[in-house]
């Protein structure tokens, strides 16, 4: 298979606190890039995407930051809030209709 | 707008069995990407359908196969169970296919015995 990684990291924060999940992908003729939250039991839901001709994207409350020196993506949750807690996956797009996910981080928001 | 769903939810089988797992996409989508989830290797690409076409494939063995319908409703199908193929089967949609704006289904959690 192609995906990256074989454990899950978890990021714990305190409910209100701002985090950061990360992400190196591999394939630096990526185009464009997504971050999906995963609860259990659910498929994959799509949070907010960036173009590799950007380098800041924010929404509601998430941030995506793009650094494609070093093929480095990264999610940031403002006032993280129990209703965060999931799994988080960066995804790429390679070209060809084809999408490489990263290998997820668990996300622990305590109240 | 009805979501991405996907039948059955659940569904053992034997190993050396095979199985045909459906999805049927958003309305007006014509682009369905398959993908297996498991704890180890984690969301891996099958196959992307467009328009009953196959354009991408990722790197699972020949048993591993799909198509699609004229009605973009998409069907995988995996011959000869083995333990391994025990997962999460998700698939998405899109208008154009690709990482654009994919809508996921619930999944089909498959248990091979």
């Known amino acids: 298979g192609e995906s990256v990684g074989l454990h899950l990291p978890t990021l714990s924060v305190q409910e209100g606190d701002n985090s950061i999940i990360n992400c190196a992908y591999s394939n630096s003729a990526s185009d464009y890039f997504i971050w999906y939250k995963q609860e259990s039991g659910k498929g994959p839901q799509f949070i907010i995407d960036?173009?590799?001709?950007?380098d800041k994207r924010q929404g509601q409350r998430v941030t995506v930051l793009l650094n494609k020196t070093v093929k480095h993506l990264s999610l940031q949750i403002a006032a993280t809030q129990p209703g965060d807690s999931a799994v988080y996956f960066c995804?790429?797009?390679?070209?060809?209709?084809?999408?490489?996910f990263g290998a997820g981080t668990r996300l622990f928001v305590k109240a | 707008k009805a979501g991405v769903t996907q039948t059955p939810r659940y569904l053992i089988k034997t190993r050396g069995q095979q199985v045909t797992l459906s999805c049927s996409p958003i309305s007006g989508h014509r682009s369905v990407s398959w993908y297996q989830q498991t704890p180890g290797q984690g969301l891996q690409f099958l196959f992307e359908y467009f328009s009953e076409t196959q354009r991408n494939k990722g790197n699972f063995p020949g048993r591993f196969s799909g198509r699609q319908f004229s009605n973009s409703r998409s069907e995988m199908n995996v011959s000869t169970l083995e333990l391994g193929d025990s997962a999460l089967y998700l698939c998405a949609s899109s208008l154009t296919g690709g990482a654009y704006e994919q809508y996921f289904g619930p999944g089909t959690r498959l248990t091979v015995t």
């Open positions: 995804a790429e797009n390679t070209g060809g209709f084809k999408t490489i």
């Open positions: 960036i173009r590799s001709n950007m």
